[in-house]
């Protein structure tokens, strides 16, 4: 009732029941759950009394964590699902009762606590669902104990949440009495009581982005499956197909999993089409309302189910959560200390925060304890708590300076003996980053702008960030910068020439040369002789993946020259490896084979990986052209493997391709097939328009080879 009320006094008129119809139909919802609570029926396929509710929708899924859950109840006797709401706690806990009637002889009851709000109505309500009268001259717990006694019985307790100081002591107290009975509860926080077993609800599973799909595997997937299947019965003309799946598929990312989520999205089709709903997920507490009116009022709207939990919070938790908002991605407890610290929420009270936080579910903890995430519906509320208390300018400035420092502490170590795991680190922190470059963008903080696209663009094109890479560094430089000291100029042309390798890795060749000659001027005009080889070195690549081979010798050598004078070992085994590539593309295989060899002892001496990776992938490809197969095949996987250990799609893809060749060299036409097939997939991700070309050649080498022409 509490619940009905709220919803009847909140703010947003659009939040309220829309008619006194539908209020009463609420009304009338409630008291009937009430009256039926006391009442014990007998399911067909099972003598155990209960009242298990009779579901009007299917239930979808779930079938490991039905085992996995089952597994717990017969080993433990309080296991407590634990979640965020709208996870289908309560759902879940109703199907594995219901699938397990046999086992507990005398009955299985399900004791809904939403509607208590006093600690002395507890024992009450679950005396009344159980029909169990209270003794005269006892309390009603010592009725419950005596009525309860040896009998073999699972009480499901759901929504413990909002009560929990009460429900701990009493089902500790019917535990130790009653040595037969079970229970299974469902709480967005664990009771935290002794030999309590809590295990978290995962969100439904979402296809990965990478999967190759269609209706048939898709509709096997979890998520896809309850959105299809609630949104055919909300449209009768719906219907999963080969031109809609991709954006159930989105949808159901978009909204985490979260069945509640899911459900209120598919609700929707009666009006908006598939794309709409996308669009409107920009909003999706706007969007995500009007479930059913036998729903509790907080789980009829997206944004009524989180208000429920944080409403619960302490003063200090609660402003903590609305400030973790600001991370996109995911965050360490490192980054919330630095970044979220002030006279209100001291540094060293963060763990603690975060630690109950996360007992509220409230927060994720993954990658054991060292990372932790707010779900997206989470994160939008926090949002809008951090925008009420009038912070969220504050607090993301300090974001985007902390995350700009990471950048700038991982560039160095790029091309070091470390790269591995910084590029690791980067990739973790890369929503995170691409938030702080649009923060600082957005507040035209040009200086900190630039030096961020200046310091990423090398992890942006070895992990194969081109698309985004490119729209980050566009919007980077577009900001206003004039009158900049010569700090500034020299990282807008660091960001103008990382801008123009992105783009040439898609084949943007005019786009590309454009950028590298604006990062030219910018060196000319301040006299910086690296920087001047650098670009240099960058045109030269271009002309080479153009097919000027005359201009990419010039530039490649006039690059080369001016690193050995300046002592610049890495500046140096690029040229040197640029103009192995040109003696190759050109059929001068022995020259290519000795710059190749050359450059890489250089890499070796440096114990850049990358760069050792690329040059023992070329060396190999120079092998299969010479018909020394073996030993090609020895070095592209050698390489192929540091790829892979780093991440590097491109390199990946390209020693995939060489790969393919030998494989088919060797008369092994499938597993050339195979090597080509994801050397192929790897190119369309990247938008590497001039590797998807090449592809598509090799396959058309194999059907030749197969006899298709």
């Known amino acids: 009732v509490v619940d009905i009320v709220h919803q009847c006094l909140r703010k947003d008129p659009a939040e ?26 007998v399911t067909p396929e099972s003598e155990t009394p209960n009242n298990l509710p009779l579901e009007l929708t299917s239930f979808v899924g779930r079938e490991t964590e039905l085992d996995r859950l089952a597994r717990l109840l017969e080993e433990n006797r309080l296991v407590t699902i634990t979640g965020t709401g709208g996870g289908g706690k309560t759902r879940l806990g109703l199907e594995l009762a219901g699938r397990h009637l046999q086992d507990y002889r005398d009955g299985v009851y399900l004791i809904e606590l939403a509607a208590v709000t006093e600690g002395d109505q507890l024992a009450e309500t679950m005396a009344r669902t159980m029909n169990v009268r209270q003794e005269t001259g006892t309390s009603i717990e010592a009725s419950l104990v005596r009525s309860l006694g040896s009998k073999s019985m699972l009480l499901i307790i759901d929504n413990c949440e ?24 469902t709480s967005r926080e664990r009771l935290d009581v002794p030999g309590e077993t809590a295990w978290p609800i995962p969100s439904l599973r979402v296809p990965a982005p990478e999967d190759v799909l269609s209706v048939a595997t898709a509709a096997s997937n979890e998520a896809v499956r309850l959105f299809a299947e609630r949104a055919s019965s909300a449209s009768t003309g719906f219907s999963l197909t080969d031109s809609n799946l991709e954006d159930v598929v989105q949808i159901c990312h978009r909204l985490d999993g979260i069945p509640l989520a899911i459900e209120l999205a598919a609700a929707r089709v009666r009006l908006l089409d598939l794309k709409e709903i996308l669009k409107r997920l920009e909003d999706r507490f706007r969007l995500l309302r009007g479930g059913s009116r036998t729903s509790l009022p907080r789980q009829q709207t997206l944004k009524a189910t989180v208000a429920w939990s944080v409403d619960l919070l302490t003063e200090e938790e609660r402003i903590l959560f609305s400030r973790l ?41 993954t990658d054991s304890g060292a990372r932790y995430h707010l779900l997206e519906m989470l994160r939008e509320y926090g949002a809008e708590e951090l925008q009420t208390r009038g912070e969220t300018e504050t607090f993301l400035k300090r974001h985007a300076e902390y995350f700009l420092a990471l950048a700038e502490e991982a560039e160095p170590e790029l091309t070091g003996a470390h790269q591995g795991a910084w590029l690791e680190r980067l990739a973790r922190e890369y929503p995170n980053i691409d938030q702080a470059g649009a923060t600082l963008v957005s507040l035209g903080m040009a200086g900190e702008s630039l030096r961020l696209g200046a310091a990423l663009w090398r992890f942006l094109f070895v992990r194969g960030y081109l698309e985004e890479g490119r729209q980050l560094l566009e919007s980077i430089l577009a900001v206003e910068t004039s009158g900049l000291e010569k700090a500034a100029q020299l990282a807008r042309a660091k960001a103008l020439r990382g801008l123009g390798t992105l783009a040439n890795d898609q084949g943007d060749y005019p786009i590309a040369r454009e950028r590298f000659l604006q990062c030219l001027d910018i060196y000319r005009s301040l006299d910086h002789h690296a920087g001047i080889a650098q ?49 190759h593309r050109v059929g001068d295989l022995e020259e290519a084979r000795e710059r190749f060899d050359a450059g890489l002892k250089i890499r070796r001496q440096l114990e850049d990986r990358r760069g050792i990776a690329a040059l023992l992938a070329h060396l190999g490809s120079v092998e299969l052209d010479l018909g020394n197969l073996e030993q090609a095949e020895a070095l592209l996987n050698q390489g192929l493997d540091m790829f892979r250990e780093l991440g590097n799609k491109r390199g990946i893809l390209w020693a995939l391709m060489q790969l393919g060749g030998v494989a088919l060299a060797q008369g092994n036409i499938g597993e050339s097939r195979r090597h080509h097939r994801e050397s192929l997939f790897l190119s369309r991700s990247l938008g590497d328009k001039h590797h998807v070309a090449r592809s598509l050649e090799c396959f058309a080498s194999l059907n030749l080879a197969e006899g298709k022409p």
Do not use: W
Request: aromatic residues 4%; glycine residues 6%.
């Open 162 to 185: 909002h009560i929990l100081e009460n429900v701990a002591p009493l089902i500790t107290k019917l535990l130790k009495s009653c040595p037969n009975l079970k229970v299974l509860a």
């Open 325 to 365: 908002s600001i991370f996109s991605g995911g965050f360490t407890l490192g980054s919330a200390e630095a970044i979220l610290s002030d006279d209100v929420v001291d540094e060293f009270d963060i763990l603690d925060h975060l630690s109950r936080l996360a007992d509220k579910s409230l927060v994720s903890v």
């Open 16 to 41: 309220r029941f829309a008619s006194a119809q539908d209020l009463r139909n609420a009304l009338l919802a409630y008291k009937a759950s009430f009256d039926t609570s006391a009442t014990t029926t």
């Open 535 to 583: 670009v240099s070195n960058s045109l030269g690549i271009a002309a080479r993946d153009q097919g000027e081979y005359e201009d990419a010798r010039r530039l490649l050598a006039d690059a080369m020259k001016a690193h050995q004078e300046a002592g610049n070992k890495a500046g140096e085994s690029a040229s040197i490896h640029g103009l192995g590539i040109v003696a």
